[in-house]
């Protein structure tokens, strides 16, 4: 599949998606989403390919929504513009998703980068949610994801502030797993990807669906949805396999089924 906005490789069973918009800071137009859409779409019901990896360039993961496309847009069209929809795509792929971010992630593509699965940071990135200089607030999550990840009183000062994060402080507030030096980001994701890959796939999508319920349901609701989770798991050939190889004292052969 060609696009326009995007760029697509598979590596090692790694799906990787680069933005690639540099006359526009990666900015998301609608244009973009909907072929990052289709691109992670067709990744995720790919069986060659376990994990995928969304990243940008070194000096922009990506710069928010395309802000000359929304400048003269009304309430209305927003609402009814399909970026939001296209944006929330992203909560239905059931496969693990890495952003390797370096350079600028502000507005919709800081909040791009936090509905992956995890963060792997170069020195150069920033966070941040800058959205109040354009006389608005974040809509893709910004508000939300950000709270959760960093606490009520940072997320408060980015939000309300436009104070942007570096790396190093994403790292000790918890909104990245990794911090690397730039050379090293997008191997530190492509490496942590394709670890992930190789593992028991379906045990891996339950694993992941099972953490974001921890986002979205009460505890009791949660753990129920973690327990029938577990137990789907030993409906499947992969948990006989992974427990006879234990025994066994070798590596298991994964099949997805
Ligand atoms: N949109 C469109 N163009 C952008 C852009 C953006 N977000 N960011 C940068 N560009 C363009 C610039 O206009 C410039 O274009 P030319 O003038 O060369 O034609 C080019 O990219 C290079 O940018 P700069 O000259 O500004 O480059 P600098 O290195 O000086 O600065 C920067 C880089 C990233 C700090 C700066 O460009 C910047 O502050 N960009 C804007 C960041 C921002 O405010 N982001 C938030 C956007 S609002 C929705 C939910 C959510 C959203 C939308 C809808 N719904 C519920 C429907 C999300 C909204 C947002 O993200």
């Known amino acids: 599949m060609s696009y326009e906005t995007i760029l697509t490789e598979v590596k090692e069973k790694v799906g990787i998606i680069t933005l690639n918009r540099p006359q526009a800071m990666n900015a998301l137009n609608s244009d973009l989403m909907t072929e990052l859409i289709e691109a992670l779409l067709d990744f995720d019901i790919d069986e060659e390919i376990g994990a995928i ?23 209305v069209e927003m609402l009814t513009s399909s970026f939001v929809e296209l944006f929330d795509g992203i909560r239905d792929i059931k496969k693990p998703i890495i952003a390797a971010v370096s350079g600028y992630a502000l507005g919709g593509g800081c909040e791009l980068a936090m509905a992956c699965d995890m963060i792997v940071a170069s020195e150069k990135a920033k966070f941040g949610q800058p959205e109040v200089n354009l006389g608005v607030i974040p809509g893709a999550g910004g508000t939300q994801r950000l709270t959760r990840a960093v606490g009520k009183a940072l997320a408060m000062e980015m939000v309300l502030n436009a104070r942007n994060l570096s790396a190093q402080e994403a790292l000790e507030f918890g909104l990245v797993n990794y911090v690397v030096p730039v050379e090293e980001y997008l191997d530190k994701a492509l490496k942590l990807a394709k670890r992930i890959s190789v593992r028991a796939p379906l045990a891996v999508r339950q694993a992941k669906a099972s953490v974001n319920k921890a986002y979205e349901l009460s ?4 753990l129920a949805f973690e327990r029938n989770a577990f137990y789907f798991l030993f409906a499947t050939e992969d948990q006989k396999e992974g427990m ?11 099949q997805g089924k």
């Open 244 to 254: 006879q190889a234990f025994t066994e004292k070798r590596s298991a052969k994964w």
């Open 219 to 222: 505890l009791t609701e949660a």
């Open 53 to 75: 990896v969304i990243t940008g360039s070194e000096k922009v993961f990506a710069a928010g929504a395309d802000i000359s496309e929304m400048a003269e847009m009304s309430a």
